[in-house]
């Protein structure tokens, strides 16, 4: 039965065609002024002088010949556009206006299922909000932080929170792929490399893990990141100065330290394997244990030189540009320590023998990383 007014209601495919109307409406200012006006300023402010479509039009053109096998770059210094880059750039120029609005709604889901736990389409949703958002390194380091310290301890087992830090540094050297000029990036990588896999709670699991994946120190893998971060700050000047600038620069100096610390310990334990063997009568076994002790001692002495010379030409750099006393008490305090073990290792090296290593054992200490 229809009501008195019923016949006043316009009909249903009027009012769909009205909201129609107004949503390509909306689009219509919304798109080109994002477009024209918004987001060439913005491009502009980071660098970038091309507008999104050119950026869509030379990616479909360079992504081919990457995925061939060259390389090519936009400009000079500039990320490499890949094959795999087109759905983001596809996607930015489709959502237009609406953007913002569905990576805010991407941001709310993707912290509400981390509390709840939710981990099946995490990486998904952390993919689009740094693809929609690239040109901002602080999104790729705040949701590498979560990759690499919040969601991992959500886990009991060792490796499957390694299988979540290292999704971390992939996920940051994508990030550092489309931001090569990044130096908060590349401090972030670093700081996962030493903090979270050199020096937390499970690190001689993570520790084990690295070298084996990788063949090398996680403290050497941290210091060339770290070592990027301090190069590319001099060239672009992103960190600014003072005390967020030295600390970051002073943490390339730490991790060489650490990894010589790390090899102190190695040669400290191979050591006592040669002093463990001889007192079992395995003096043969003894012997080729002091032999590999004395090639890591070499080793070990020439790490700590190298730690030493990082933190006085640091020492001298910030001397120059007058950093408060306390900032630069802490270039020296440390600068002093790896001089200092230089000249105790350079000592033991010239006093050490097969014979009398039992005795100078004893008054050997394994250091510890802290």
């Given at each position: ?56 039009a ?23 556009s ?34 709840k736990k ?20 602080q999104v ?5 932080w979560?990759?690499a ?47 979270k ?31 990027l ?6 060239r672009?000047d ?16 730490h ?16 050591f ?11 003096d043969a ?10 090639t ?6 020439k ?8 933190w ?59």
């Amino acid at each position: 039965m229809s009501g008195p007014d019923s016949g006043n209601r316009p009909p249903w495919h009027r009012t769909l065609l009205l909201g129609l109307a107004v949503v390509v409406g909306l689009m219509a200012v919304v798109h080109p002024l994002r477009r024209w006006v918004v987001e060439p300023r913005r491009q502009a402010l980071l660098g970038h002088l091309e507008t999104p479509g050119r950026r869509l039009a030379l990616a479909s053109q360079f992504g081919f010949a990457t995925a061939a096998g060259v390389s090519i770059r936009l400009a000079p210094g500039r990320p490499v556009s890949e094959l795999s880059d087109l759905p983001a750039q596809a996607m930015t120029l489709i959502l237009g206006g609406f953007r913002g609005p569905y990576v805010m709604w991407l941001w709310v889901r993707v912290e509400d299922e981390k509390h709840k736990k939710i981990h099946f389409d995490l990486i998904d949703r952390y993919t689009k909000i740094a693809m929609l958002q690239s040109d901002y390194p602080q999104v790729w380091t705040f949701l590498g932080w979560n990759l690499a310290w919040n969601l991992p301890v959500q886990w009991q087992s060792l490796e499957r929170r390694y299988q979540w830090i290292r999704r971390a540094t992939e996920f940051l050297g994508e990030g550092f792929r489309k931001n090569p000029h990044s130096a908060q990036i590349a401090a972030g990588m670093g700081r996962i490399y030493s903090e979270k896999l050199g020096r937390s709670q499970e690190a001689e699991y993570y520790r084990r893990r690295v070298r084996e994946e990788f063949g090398r120190s996680v403290f050497l893998i941290a210091y060339e990141w770290y070592d990027l971060t301090r190069q590319l700050n001099e060239r672009y000047d992103s960190l600014g100065r003072g005390l967020g600038k030295s600390v970051q620069y002073r943490q390339a100096c730490h991790n060489l330290s650490f990894y010589a610390r790390e090899l102190t310990q190695e040669m400290y334990d191979t050591f006592a394997d040669s002093v463990k063997a001889r007192t079992e009568g395995r003096d043969a076994d003894a012997r080729k244990a002091y032999e590999a002790g004395v090639t890591q001692l070499d080793e070990t002495i020439k790490a700590w030189k190298w730690a030493w010379r990082d933190w006085r030409d640091e020492t001298v750099r910030f001397e120059k540009e007058g950093i408060m006393a306390l900032q630069l008490g802490v270039f020296r305090k440390f600068g002093d320590q790896a001089a200092d073990m230089v000249r105790q290792l350079e000592t033991l090296r010239g006093s050490l023998t097969y014979d009398n290593l039992p005795e100078t054992f004893e008054k050997m200490t394994r250091p510890e990383i802290q």
